[in-house]
T-cell receptor
Framework: QQQVKQSPQSLIVQKGGISIINCAYENTAFDYFPWYQQFPGKGPALLIAIRPDVSEKKEGRFTISFNKSAKQFSLHIMDSQPGDSATYFCAASPAGGTSYGKLTFGQGTILTVHP | DGGITQSPKYLFRKEGQNVTLSCEQNLNHDAMYWYRQDPGQGLRLIYYSQIVNDFQKGDIAEGYSVSREKKESFPLTVTSAQKNPTAFYLC???????????FGQGTRLTVV
């Protein structure tokens, strides 16, 4: 199975709150899990990524938590700001072989941060 | 500045016409990809190319064609066989054995 399931579809958070977006996958060959941020009319930009050899990765206000046994990973945005309002996509890909770089995307989460 | 350039930003197509979307990169990346994005859906892979003069179908290749004659360029043709072409098209690239895909700014295609 190549599918990556993402939830929720939309999320509204107050400024300063924590935004949490979840993803689940089925393909055990996946071993690279990036998150992309997309503003309206723009292409997605890489936000943060994780490999399954670690359970958590933090970059500034953004943290990925990874649960290999459950095949789930999540994005946490601490101290959410109105400028974080965007669509967020999780993705997954195999690390090597002929499938490198071939990302399977979740459906996306529209995040709105109210001031 | 290095990056991926997609053109045009907006494109209108009459039914029955073929149109070609341009994608150029100066990142010296070996691999290039075309994705389609529809409202409320994730990105779906149309075609990808890992090396010049070679490309493979992705998940939704029907009605599309590509070429890879130069490392820097990976144009996508939306043919009249594509029944529902209105969408946002995104081109991406990644280095050999690299995992991070960098995206262009997209082309919005509308059938009129």
């Amino acid at each position: 199975q190549q599918q990556v399931k993402q939830s929720p579809q939309s999320l509204i958070v107050q400024k300063g709150g924590i935004s949490i977006i979840n993803c689940a996958y089925e393909n055990t060959a996946f071993d690279y899990f990036p998150w992309y941020q997309q503003f309206p009319g723009k292409g997605p930009a890489l936000l943060i990524a994780i490999r399954p050899d670690v359970s958590e990765k933090k970059e500034g206000r953004f943290t990925i938590s990874f649960n290999k046994s459950a095949k789930q990973f999540s994005l946490h945005i601490m101290d959410s700001q109105p400028g974080d309002s965007a669509t967020y996509f999780c993705a997954a890909s195999p690390a090597g072989g002929t499938s490198y770089g071939k990302l399977t995307f979740g459906q996306g989460t529209i995040l709105t941060v109210h001031p | 500045d290095g990056g991926i350039t997609q053109s045009p930003k907006y494109l209108f197509r009459k039914e029955g016409q073929n149109v070609t979307l341009s994608c150029e990169q100066n990142l010296n990346h070996d691999a290039m990809y075309w994705y389609r994005q529809d409202p409320g859906q994730g990105l779906r892979l149309i075609y990808y190319s890992q090396i010049v003069n070679d490309f493979q179908k992705g998940d939704i290749a029907e009605g599309y064609s590509v070429s890879r004659e130069k490392k820097e360029s990976f144009p996508l043709t939306v043919t009249s066989a594509q029944k529902n072409p209105t969408a946002f098209y995104l081109c991406a690239s990644s280095i050999e054995q690299g995992l991070t895909a960098f995206f262009g700014q997209g082309t919005r295609l509308t059938v009129v």
